[in-house]
């Protein structure tokens, strides 16, 4: 176990005018560490992601991020370059809609090559290489190398969007509900794929869902949100099998057995 | 060396929010250790807190008073205490828990899911599925079965792959709940050596077993749950 956090949140809020979006958020993320969020639409985890990937500036409270040299920097005192720089190299951020993540009309392998481009690669052939390494890890076939992710469906968008945020190599990796809108059939495949990317990477990641089964799966720590609180949080394990706070319990009834 | 497991004033209830509150006792002061090398069972009628005292030490319940000292990496560790990362070192590292059910994951094989903790814990690959073939073939799974997910297996089959992987690594401390429930008596006897090895290799054994037999052969003593239950005033 190394001693040092990855990530350290402290009490950070997002007020959209009087309403609140997440309230006074403070945790620790280790490395190799999976966190899920989870809450029902509206409880603010998504805010709280934004608020944590930069994506929003917080109300209040800090977000450090320890750097590859060892120094932890405040993400919000960083300049927007230091910013850019670090979601294009050490981060990834997966989101819901591939769309989002993904440039539709270019090729699948210049969506991956881009992000190589990015951190000075610029030999065509290798970059090439790579993309189609990666494009075969997450189960896309190299003969689509050239297509465009307009071309491609739900599920194989999803992974293209996986390659495209792990080809760098980063250390952390946000993701908002990796698997809605998904196929249940290629929901599981998605999972296993993450899962196993997870594990041999060694990353860390940070995992809104609302899907609890898909928490049990991939996280080791959860969070439960519900307006804008966290209400609950612990060892994945725990929470769902002797979940403590009404909410919680609420959640955890709810699930439909199959 | 530490005794391997010490339980300690150990309370646990639930709250049922959703049942307007109410509140189920489940145990009340639970006292004991394990030794090295000792196999303890739980014994008592079902619905007693057996299975629940072993999640509780597992992490898997939370605790509403008292300790659970494990000896992890030569320094006690509070399980009721212990944050969520220092909870997922122990049961790497220290403490194994085979449960009645496999919780299977999609698409991953047989090999791989017995193979997992010891990969976890650094192993290379091969090695680690090296370990798990050898510990399916004791255990008589047929080889066929080995490159499939577990998922369609029958109960017995899904079984023994839970056993395997509760008995790849070398944990000191190895809770076991009913891993030979829905076994037949070959593949019984097998695990009962399983244990006998596993004890003479100094682990602590905690476990639950319905079946006679296999209590009988395996149990160093048995701790009788009812002496902990809330209930007990009730039914004497």
Redesign the interface.
């Known amino acids: 176990m190394t001693d040092t956090p990855l990530l350290k949140v402290s009490g950070v809020s997002k007020f959209y005018g009087s309403r609140i979006g997440c309230k006074d958020v403070s945790f620790d993320l280790w490395p190799g560490e999976v966190l899920a969020i989870v809450g029902e639409s509206g409880s603010g985890k998504t805010t709280l992601l934004n608020c944590l990937s930069t994506r929003l500036m917080p109300t209040a409270g800090s977000v450090e991020y320890r750097m590859r040299d060892g120094n932890f920097r405040d993400l919000y005192h960083m300049s927007e370059a230091e910013r850019r720089f670090l979601m294009r190299t050490d981060w990834g951020f997966v989101h819901q809609n591939p769309a989002d993540g993904l440039r539709m009309t270019v090729s699948a392998g210049a969506n991956v090559g881009e992000r190589l481009m990015a951190i000075g690669d610029r030999h065509y052939g290798k970059i090439r290489e790579t993309a189609s390494d990666w494009l075969t890890r997450v189960e896309i076939g190299t003969d689509r190398i050239d297509d465009q992710p307009r071309a491609f469906s739900g599920g194989m968008r999803q992974r293209l969007q996986i390659a495209r945020n792990l080809v760098t190599g980063p250390r952390l990796v946000f993701m908002d509900e990796p698997t809605g809108g998904l196929d249940v059939s290629v929901q599981a495949r998605l999972l296993d794929l993450v899962r196993g990317l997870v594990n041999d990477l060694g990353l860390s990641a940070i995992v809104v869902t609302h899907d609890l089964a898909v928490a049990r799966l991939l996280s080791h720590r959860m969070m439960v949100m519900k307006d804008g609180h966290v209400i609950e949080h612990g060892l994945t394990d725990r929470v769902l099998d002797d979940p403590r706070e009404p909410y919680t319990q609420l959640l955890v009834s709810s699930i439909l057995q199959v | 060396m530490a005794t391997p497991l010490v339980v300690s004033e150990v309370f646990k209830s ?5 049942r307007d509150g109410i509140k189920l006792p489940v145990v009340n002061d639970v006292n004991f250790s394990v030794a090295s090398g000792e196999c303890v069972v739980l014994g008592g009628p079902s619905g007693i807190g057996k299975s629940s005292i072993l ?1 509780m030490l597992y ?4 605790v509403d008073a008292g300790q659970i000292l494990v000896d992890h990496k030569d320094r006690l560790v509070d399980i009721a205490r212990a944050d ?2 220092t ?3 122990v049961r790497r590292h220290t403490l194994g828990y085979v449960s009645q059910f496999l919780r299977t ?4 094989s047989a090999l791989d899911v017995v193979a997992e903790p010891l ?2 814990r650094g192993i290379a690959a091969p090695e680690a599925r090296g370990k798990a073939a050898e510990l399916l073939g004791k255990l008589n799974l047929p080889q066929e079965l080995w490159t499939l997910p577990p998922a369609t297996f029958s109960g017995g089959e899904q079984q023994r792959v839970n056993i395997a992987r509760g008995f790849i690594t070398s944990h000191r401390i190895l809770l076991l709940d009913e891993p030979t429930a829905s076994l037949d008596a070959i593949n019984r006897r097998v695990v009962v050596d399983m244990i006998a090895d596993k004890k003479r290799e100094g682990v602590a054994l905690l476990g639950i077993f319905h079946d006679e037999e296999v209590r009988e052969a395996v149990a160093d003593r048995v701790l009788d749950v009812s002496q902990f239950s809330p209930r007990k005033a009730v039914a004497a």
């Open positions: 639930f709250t049922m929010h959703l999640k992490g898997n319940y939370a969520p990362r909870v997922l070192d994951v999609p698409r991953v990969v976890a």
